[in-house]
């Protein structure tokens, strides 16, 4: 019998490359998705697919009574600009529907262990110099980084409480085919949209404000390897929890142009005031997922972001 998967939120950007990664090594993959950002096109199509509410009582019992050895779960609002304006909203999936699927995971005959999709932008916060290291402050400056920061803490009482193993990744800045402009790294797909549209890249205030951009691939691997890595002996917030970027600060400017060059298209650079708020400065350490999960990231940003340029041309043709 193979090794079972939950996606949770598989149809979306993220998602689907994890499905690919699992069904790679031989998994049977079920991936749970309400579609409101996701798109059915993006699930494999070995994978089976269930249209659920990650908050209905359908999908708890999917969980308690599905038999799987491993529940990874990506499923939020991703928007931090939306947590902002509606954080009830927010809660309401990022929180609450976390709690359904981890209620049902205690109630399943043998529980799985789940794997939890958290942030290393928005949860530390500004307040701390990069590389961000998984033990430093947080003080998440949005509804979006409180949510996460929730779901781990609740983590990690299901952990200590209810024996419940639980694996937190904090991805940095994502970026790679089928990303969405509202996502973390949106400014990516933003910039391949405006080169593919002859528009000049918008840079905010100096451009030299900086984020962690790792490539979707290296993310869905690091999935894959927490499904089944030897895990850190149960304890507080930070005992499973690992941050998944590159260590490598890049900032907009020098983002925009490598864009640029690797497009091989014509692009102008425009300068608008800087976006009170925003965080000057972002990157994670990613030497504890080296040494628990015997992951590094592999793909260099140049040949990412063609590799991102080219799937965005690609939808154009
Ligand atoms: N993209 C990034 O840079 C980044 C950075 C840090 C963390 N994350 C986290 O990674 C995960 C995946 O993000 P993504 O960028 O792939 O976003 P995405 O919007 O492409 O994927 C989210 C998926 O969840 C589904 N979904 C949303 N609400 C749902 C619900 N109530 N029930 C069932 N399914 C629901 C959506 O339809 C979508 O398919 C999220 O948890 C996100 O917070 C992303």
Redesign the pocket.
């Known amino acids: 019998m193979p090794p079972r998967a939950l996606l ?8 689907s490359h994890i499905a690919d990664a699992l069904l790679a090594l031989g998994y049977h993959v079920v991936v ?8 059915r096109g ?1 699930v494999p199509a070995a994978a089976e697919f269930v249209h ?4 209905s009582p359908e ?1 708890a019992a999917l969980v308690r009574d599905g038999a799987f050895d491993v529940v990874l ?6 928007d931090v600009r939306r947590s902002v304006a509606d954080p009830v909203h927010d809660a309401s ?2 929180i609450l ?1 976390a709690l359904n699927i981890l209620e049902a995971v205690r109630a399943a005959p043998r529980p799985p262990r789940v794997v939890f ?6 949860i530390y916060g500004d307040f701390v110099t990069p590389p961000n290291v998984e033990d430093f402050p947080k003080d998440p400056e949005s509804p ?1 980084g409180i949510a ?1 920061l929730a779901v781990e803490h609740y983590l990690a009482y299901y952990g200590r409480v209810h024996g419940i193993e639980g694996v937190v990744l ?6 790679g085919p ?3 402009p ?4 949106g400014v990516v797909a933003i910039f391949c949209n405006r080169i593919l549209d002859g528009q000049p890249l918008t840079v905010y205030g100096d451009g030299r404000q900086t984020r962690d951009y790792v490539h979707v691939g290296d993310v869905a691997a690091a999935n894959a390897a927490a499904a089944t890595a030897v895990l850190p002996a149960v304890g507080r917030l930070d005992a499973r929890a690992m941050n998944i970027g590159t260590g490598v600060e890049t900032d907009v400017l020098t983002l925009a142009e490598t864009l640029r060059r690797v497009s091989g298209r014509a692009a102008t650079i425009d300068f608008a005031p800087a976006r009170p708020g925003e965080q000057l400065r972002s990157s994670v350490s990613v030497a504890k997922a080296g040494r628990v999960l015997g992951w590094a990231p592999a793909r260099a940003l140049d040949d990412g972001l063609k590799d991102t340029f080219d799937y965005f041309a690609s939808l154009r043709s």
């Open positions: 949770n939120g598989g149809a979306g950007f993220i998602g749970l998705d309400d579609l409101s950002t996701g798109k993006n659920l509410d990650v908050r999908a779960h990506q499923a939020a609002q991703i999936i990022n529907g999709s958290s942030t290393g932008g928005a979006y996460k904090r991805y940095a800045n994502v970026y089928r990303q969405d509202h996502g973390e790294a």
